[in-house]
């Protein structure tokens, strides 16, 4: 069960969204900041990449996945993405699946199956 108050961070979201968000995570206790398509996000510690973006879509709409093409589990490996980790000097394909939300983490090019919509701005 999540200790942060979802309900605090994320206005409007409802209270279906954030069963379902936990029905999906690991345990947490607080959201790290990652850059996506140069956006910053927030997804939940201790989870892969995969799942806080799927969380970050439950929260906020800005995110949507082609859920019936993609394992969840290191093997399909239609989810490697291109992603920067913090110091590194270039980014380099990740599975989504595999790699765990941590901060500065940069997401640059998702694999086909995701999209991010952004702020809309
Ligand atoms: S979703 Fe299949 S390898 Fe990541």
Redesign the pocket.
């Known amino acids: 069960m999540a200790q942060l108050d979802l309900k605090t961070f994320f206005k409007n979201v409802s209270d279906d969204a954030i069963a379902d968000a936990n029905d999906i995570l690991r345990p947490y206790e607080k959201l790290v900041p990652i850059k996506c398509l140069g956006e910053e996000i927030h997804l939940p510690e201790n989870n ?1 990449l ?1 799942r806080g973006l799927q969380f970050w879509g439950l929260m906020t709409g800005e995110v949507r996945i082609d859920f019936g ?12 993405s291109l992603v920067k980790t913090p110091g590194a000097a270039n980014r380099e394909p990740m ?4 790699t765990t939300a941590e901060p500065g983490l940069e997401i640059m090019k998702l ?1 086909q199956g995701f999209s991010y919509k952004g702020r809309q701005r």
Do not use: E
């Not at 394992?71 to 490697?80: E, F, H, N, Q, S």
């Open positions: 892969s995969w093409l993609f394992c969840i589990a290191g093997t399909c490996l239609r989810c490697k599975l989504l699946c595999q694999a």
